[in-house]
T-cell receptor
Framework: AQSVSQHNHHVILSEAASLELGCNYS??????LFWYVQYPGQHLQLLLK??????LVKGIKGFEAEFIKSKFSFNLRKPSVQWSDTAEYFC?????????FGKGTRLHILP | EAQVTQNPRYLITVTGKKLTVTCSQN?????MSWYRQDPGLGLRQIYY???????DKGDVPEGYKVSRKEKRNFPLILESPSPNQTSLYFC??????????FGDGTRLSIL
């Protein structure tokens, strides 16, 4: 079955630490990839997206993600996290007009 | 302003009392979806619609109904709510493989 896996369910970091959240998908062929962020008490918002072209995409708030086709991965990174990055992060994949979300990674940043 | 509007934002009700959560989008999107979000389970799709009068089951459709009589509206109906439907619900819309736009969420408590 087609799926999106986020390996880390809960991550705790100190401010200024570097962040990498894993995302792997099981689709073959051409896909569109997304990362969404959900701040406490809010709805999901788009962080960044990859459709084609440069596999390193930059999003809002200093986040970036790298698409590695051979590994079916789209990991989210940020060089130096802030307390305000505390949120839940969802990876999502669309193919043939279907969208599937990962189960989410809850990120907690210690001040 | 482009938005997805859900109502109500919060509802506490009792088992068996029919309820409807409305969803409206003003972006002329073809695709609309309903999700429920539960701790540890991420986002699970309940129903989706690819256009007017076209709806399909998602991953967890049991106990829910939807309709898509107009492009902008996609109400979620719980004919006989039960406590296991207590959850946070999100409506979303999108155009083809573009990013999802989410509503602010509806927190339902079924006693």
């Amino acid at each position: 079955a087609q799926s999106v896996s986020q390996h880390n369910h809960h991550v705790i970091l100190s401010e200024a630490a570097s962040l990498e959240l894993g995302c792997n998908y099981s689709y073959g062929g051409t896909v569109n990839l997304f990362w969404y962020v959900q701040y406490p008490g809010q709805h999901l918002q788009l962080l960044l997206k990859y459709f084609s072209g440069d596999p390193l995409v930059k999003g809002i708030k200093g986040f970036e993600a790298e698409f590695i086709k051979s590994k079916f991965s789209f990991n989210l990174r940020k060089p130096s996290v802030q307390w305000s990055d505390t949120a839940e992060y969802f990876c999502a994949v669309t193919r043939d007009d279907k969208i599937i979300f990962g189960k989410g990674t809850r990120l907690h940043i210690l001040p | 302003e482009a938005q997805v509007t859900q109502n109500p934002r919060y509802l506490i009700t009792v088992t068996g009392k029919k309820l409807t959560v409305t969803c409206s989008q003003n972006m002329n999107h073809e695709y609309m979806s309903w999700y429920r979000q539960d701790p540890g389970l991420g986002l699970r799709q309940i129903y989706y619609s690819m256009n007017v009068e076209v709806t399909d089951k998602g991953d967890v459709p049991e106990g829910y109904k939807v309709s898509r009589k107009e492009k902008r509206n996609f109400p979620l109906i719980l004919e006989s709510p039960s406590p296991n439907q207590t959850s946070l619900y999100f409506c979303a819309s999108r155009h083809s493989n573009q990013p999802q736009h989410f509503g602010d969420g509806t927190r339902l408590s079924i006693l």
